[in-house]
């Protein structure tokens, strides 16, 4: 499955953005979903993650209350809803895909696809 994320831009602290994820190739419905993000300098972190059917998900501390994702199986398509944004959310966010069944997936090796990833800048 090929994976595209976009959405990313340049936003106030306190502002929103909506990311999307389209898929190519195969139908998302089989698959575990996930957000993930790098920061200048860092390592790439855990976001949020959801089921197959979109009924259950899980977020980072850092974000949770803040950031929702959905996903659209009929649409082939990944959703993250960024609300109340802060400097410290600055960075490229990916969408990735895992195919095994769901277990709240928060670590970057068991996701089998990737995508490119769209910036997230959010000036003080």
């Known amino acids: 499955v090929q994976l595209q994320a976009s959405g990313g831009g340049l936003v106030q602290a306190g502002g929103s953005l909506r990311l999307s994820c389209a898929a190519s190739g195969r139908t998302l419905s089989s698959y575990v979903m996930g957000w993930f993000r790098q920061a200048p300098g860092k390592e790439r972190e855990f976001v949020a993650c959801?089921?197959?059917?979109?009924?259950?998900?899980v977020y980072a501390d850092s974000v949770k209350g803040r950031f929702t994702t959905s996903r659209d199986n009929a649409k082939n398509s990944l959703y993250l809803q960024m609300n109340s944004l802060k400097p410290e959310d600055t960075a490229v966010y990916y969408c990735?895909?895992?195919?095994?069944?769901?277990?709240?997936?928060?670590?970057?090796?068991?996701?089998?696809?990737w995508g490119q990833g769209t910036l997230v800048t959010v000036s003080s």
């Open positions: 990735a895909a895992d195919g095994a069944r769901w277990s709240a997936q928060r670590l970057l090796r068991v996701y089998d696809y």
């Open positions: 959801i089921s197959w059917s979109g009924d259950s998900t």
